[in-house]
């Protein structure tokens, strides 16, 4: 299943992060600054 997580603002971005380590492809779609963000940094999750 391809999920796509539709503002990858803080709650979407958390949702994409738990989503990938269950082992789902998905998409997510940002704007403005946030799209930046990603592109330069990419997703990143603190916890180990």
Sequence with gaps: MRILIYGAGVIGSL???LFSKAG??????ARSRRLQELK????????H
């Design 24 to 29: 789902y492809e998905f998409a997510a779609y």
């Design 15 to 17: 949702y994409a992060v």
């Design 40 to 47: 330069t940094k990419g997703l990143l999750s603190n916890q």
